[in-house]
């Protein structure tokens, strides 16, 4: 018995295909599919049923493979603790963001982060906040980046991050004398927004009231995945839509001189990073944080006239 076998135990379980698992350990089928029959021959224990499409894991291979995780949690925590005492930053982490976080932090803040310790491996997803917290249920991911507050994700520990303002991206900005906008102001009629269950759409909902969108032809449903998108919606088609701080510097020129600021108390919104509980990845969330509030504290109005700002809840 090793700890790669119990790795390969997990990933079957995980996957319910012994392909596919293999895949996701490096190794081939055949090799995973021996180690795990000699596992199995060595305990006298059948883990998963082989006669079933996906493969079942056994009420045996359930027990087997919980207490598999822990000791490979352990394990980990091993490796940790001497990486600390090496003083050296090191491990792997599964890491949740929300899109509209992920596409400025990630290749910025987060690359930044990876050069300056490379003995940390990143396995990054772009989520929605459901799906983060969800997966750090199951363990399937050890931190998450989303909007905060938010109620289903009170549970976890919360690492609060960067406070970021809301701005109007408009066809009709670079028109006006005034740069500032009140939610009045908005021709609620002609706004872009992302597809429901996510939390910007929520806040820019919970700034103005809204309708259904009369610029796109009344054959098309259509609701945006990513801000790319509503940028490219509001500079082909016209409208308004909504754009967090962070997404200005990839603008060109052109496209700055269609953002607008809301009327003080301007909106803002909250970024963290939460995880279910301490964990031997600890040092690396902690230190992680550090760098990205350090990278964006220069960067954010928020940070220059906090009682400026309102918060707007991302429920």
């Given at each position: 018995m090793n700890i790669q076998q119990l790795e390969y135990l997990i990933?079957?379980?995980?996957?319910k295909h012994f392909g596919k698992a293999a895949q996701a350990c490096f190794i081939t089928q055949p090799t995973l599919s021996a180690m795990i029959q000699k596992?199995?021959?060595e305990l006298d224990v059948k883990i998963f049923d082989r006669t079933t499409h996906p493969i079942r894991t056994t009420d045996v291979g359930v027990q087997i493979i919980d207490e598999a995780k822990r000791v490979i949690d352990a394990v980990n925590e091993l490796r940790n603790k001497a990486?600390?005492?090496?003083?050296?930053?090191?491990?792997?982490?599964?890491?949740?963001?929300?899109?509209t976080v992920s596409s400025y932090i990630l290749p910025s803040e987060i690359f930044d982060f990876?050069?300056?310790?490379?003995?940390?491996?990143?396995?990054?997803?772009?989520?929605?906040?459901d799906s983060i917290i969800k997966s750090l249920k199951s363990g399937e991911l050890d931190a998450g980046i989303i909007s905060t507050p938010y109620d289903a994700a009170s549970e976890f520990y919360q690492h609060f991050l960067f406070n970021e303002e809301l701005m109007i991206y408009s066809s009709e900005a670079s028109t006006k004398d005034d740069t500032f906008v009140v939610p009045e102001e908005i021709d609620s009629n002609k706004v872009w927004l992302l597809e429901e269950g996510n939390c910007l759409r929520t806040q820019f909902e919970?700034?103005?009231?809204?309708?259904?969108?009369s610029l796109k032809p009344?054959?098309?449903d259509f609701l945006a995945s990513n801000i790319n998108t509503l940028i490219q919606m509001v500079d082909k088609v016209g409208g308004i839509t909504i754009l967090p701080e962070l997404a200005i510097p990839q603008l060109s020129d052109a496209?700055?001189?269609?953002i607008a600021r809301f009327r003080k108390p301007f909106p803002y919104r909250e970024i963290s990073l939460i995880y279910y509980?301490?964990?031997?990845?600890?040092?690396?969330l902690d230190e992680m944080a550090h760098s990205i509030k350090k990278s964006l504290d220069s960067k954010l109005n928020f940070n220059s006239n906090p009682e400026d700002y309102v918060s707007v809840k991302p429920q």
């Open positions: 990933a079957v379980d995980k996957y596992f199995e021959d990486s600390l005492l090496n003083n050296v930053l090191a491990g792997k982490l599964n890491l949740g963001i929300i899109p990876l050069n300056e310790n490379p003995k940390i491996e990143f396995n990054v997803k772009e989520m929605t906040t919970n700034i103005c009231p809204l309708k259904e969108n009344k054959n098309l496209q700055k001189d269609k509980k301490p964990t031997y990845k600890q040092k690396i």
